[in-house]
């Protein structure tokens, strides 16, 4: 159980195009979702969480402009990168927490790899 | 505010070693729980542990353990007998209670196994 899905797994995209990410709690419901940045040999940077049906919470220094945040299910929460640039490269890994579960654990997706060229 | 720290950044030994992976953390909280995560070159997390701010004792899952000492504000983490399949990057993670609580993760350890 606990399943959370994060989909593509690795894009390649061209500067200024924008690239949406989808993660998807397969078999639970997630009323919170959570979205990380993660550089190489770096650790995970909470970027925004993302509860459904109301606005995002951006940490500070994420410009939710560049970075939206649909969480538009209790299944679905997507991150787009507007307008990518090269520094936008990046390991991005969502998590879900699960509505019936008190203690307040993060089930992580895969990740998912963005080159931007 | 919450802070995790791993002071260890790279760990090397040879296989069939015991290795300690050292997490110290701060928080105000009362009530708070703790994680441990592995992270194979896969990227994917993979979650080992977690524990309640009002369980102390200590756990051992085969080849792991974990030590959690309030008093000292750690969450250490031993791989005994280490294998080559261990080698990864490990976080601790510190999360309060609430709706709104997040996850504070700490800067990870890479761990080397060699043959």
């Known amino acids: 159980g606990a399943v959370v899905s994060q989909h593509p797994s690795r894009v390649i995209c061209k500067s200024g195009t924008s690239v949406k990410i989808e993660c998807r709690s397969l078999?639970?419901?997630?009323?919170?979702m959570f979205w990380y940045r993660q550089f190489p040999k770096k650790s995970l940077m909470l970027m925004a969480t993302?509860?459904?049906?109301?606005?995002?919470?951006?940490e500070q220094g994420v410009e939710k402009d560049k970075f939206l945040i649909n969480h538009a299910s209790l299944t679905l929460s997507t991150l787009t990168v507007t307008s990518a640039h090269p520094e936008d490269s990046s390991f991005y890994i969502c998590?879900?927490?699960?509505?019936?579960?008190?203690?307040?654990?993060?089930?992580f997706g895969p990740g998912t790899r963005l080159t931007v060229t | 505010a919450q802070k995790v720290t791993q002071a260890q950044t790279e760990i090397s030994v040879v296989e069939k070693e015991d290795v300690t992976l050292d997490c110290v953390y701060e928080?105000?909280?009362?009530?708070?729980?703790l994680f441990w995560y592995k992270q194979p070159p896969s990227g994917e997390l993979v979650f080992l542990i977690r524990?309640?701010?009002?369980?102390?004792q200590n756990e051992i899952s085969g080849r792991y353990s974990w030590n959690f000492q309030k008093s000292t504000s750690s969450f250490n983490f031993t791989i005994t007998a280490s294998q080559v399949v261990d080698s990864a990057v490990y976080f601790c993670?510190?999360?309060?209670?609430?709706?709104?609580?997040?996850?504070?993760f700490g800067k990870g350890i890479t761990l080397s196994v060699r043959p």
């Open positions: 998590s879900a927490r699960d509505i019936g579960d008190s203690s307040y654990e993060q089930y």
């Open positions: 078999d639970f419901q997630a009323t919170t």
């Open positions: 993302s509860n459904e049906g109301s606005k995002a919470t951006y």
């Open positions: 928080t105000r909280d009362t009530t708070y729980y």
């Open positions: 524990r309640n701010s009002f369980d102390e």
């Open positions: 993670a510190l999360s309060s209670t609430g709706a709104n609580s997040k996850l504070t």
